[in-house]
C-alpha cells in the first residue's frame, strides 16, 4: 500500500474518534472538515508520516526533534542520573512536543529513556513501543488489561535500569485568560516510584501552543484535539525553557500516593526559570553526540 494512503488510514480513524461529527456527512460539516484539515495542515502531517512509517524509533525522534526543536535552554541536567532506573516528573504544557523536546534534553545524558504516553501512538507508529509505555489516560477507557500493561512495561523498564518519563497531569495545561494552569495530577506517578523505588527527578517544561489552539480549545474540545499533531509542526518558532530538579527519593514520599503526587506536583511547579548559564540547544547537542553510543532498548513486550 502506498505510504501516504496507509497513513490515512491509521491517522483517519483518530480523528473521527475525536470529533466525529466532523464525519456526519452533513454538508457544512463537510466544509468545516476540508478548512480545518487545511488549517491544521494535515496534508503535511501524513506527508511526514509516510516518511516515518519504516523508520526505527531513534530516528524518528532524532528527525522530529531537528525540526522542531530549535530553540532550548536548559538548567540541571546535572540531576539526570547517567545511569540506573530513575523517574522524572513533569508538566505538560504543550502535548506530544513535551515529550519530543525532553527527549532531545534527556539523550545529553543518556538513550535509554522511555515515555508514558497515550497508547494511540502505536496506532500510528507501532514501533514506538521501544520508547512508549502505553496509557490510557480517559477514565472511561481505561480497563484492568490496559493496567497490567502499563504495569509490566513499567516493571521491566526499570528493571533494566531504564529512566522514564510522565506527564502526571495526562493532559495538556489549561488556559485561563493569558495564562496556562496545569491540570490535576494522577498519584500514578507517585505509586510507581514507590513501589519500584525509583529516585523521582522533578522537571518543569515552560512553553505553550499556538494562539490558534487556544482559539479553538475555547470554541469545542473536538475541535481542539484535532490540532494536536499541528502543534508538533509549528514549534519551530517555539521558545522551551527547562529546569531540572534535584533528585527526591522514594521513601521520602508520604504511603498515600495522593500525598505523594502533590508533593511532587509542587516540587515541579516551583522550579525557577532556567539562569542565564544554562545550557542552550548546540551545547544539548553536542553532549549527546560527544557521547558513546550505546545499544538502543528492545521493545518490551
Partial sequence: MDARE?????????????????????????????????????????ELGAEFRDLPTDEIIRRISQLIVRDLTVEGLEHIPATGPALIVA??????????????????????????????????????ASLIAPVEWRPEKRSHAKTRVTMDYTREALRRGRIGL??????????RGLTLHERPWMASAAMIARKFEAPIIPLRIRARNS????????????????TLFNEV???TRQPFRVTIGAPIQPGDLPARSEDGINILREA????????????????????????RTVAKPSPIE
Fill in 6 to 46: 496507509d497513513m490515512k488510514r491509521r491517522l483517519d480513524p483518530l480523528i473521527l474518534e475525536r470529533a466525529p461529527w466532523l464525519f456526519s456527512g452533513r454538508w457544512h460539516h463537510n466544509i468545516a472538515r476540508q478548512a480545518l484539515m487545511w488549517l491544521l495542515r494535515y496534508p503535511r502531517t501524513i
Fill in 91 to 128: 508538566n505538560h504544557p504543550t502535548g506530544i512536543a513535551d515529550g519530543i523536546v525532553l527527549s532531545a534534553v534527556i539523550s545529553a545524558v543518556r538513550d535509554d529513556l522511555f515515555i508514558y504516553a497515550n497508547h494511540d501512538i502505536m496506532r500510528i507508529l507501532p514501533q514506538c
Fill in 166 to 175: 510522565i506527564f502526571p497531569s495526562g493532559r495538556l495545561a489549561k488556559r
Fill in 211 to 226: 494562539a490558534l489552539f487556544y482559539l479553538l480549545d475555547a470554541i469545542h474540545p473536538t475541535v481542539r484535539d484535532v
Fill in 233 to 235: 509542526l509549528n514549534k
Fill in 268 to 291: 515541579v511547579l516551583s522550579l525557577p526559570p532556567p539562569g542565564q548559564d544554562a545550557a542552550k540547544l548546540q551545547q544539548i547537542r553536542r553532549l549527546s553526540q560527544g557521547r
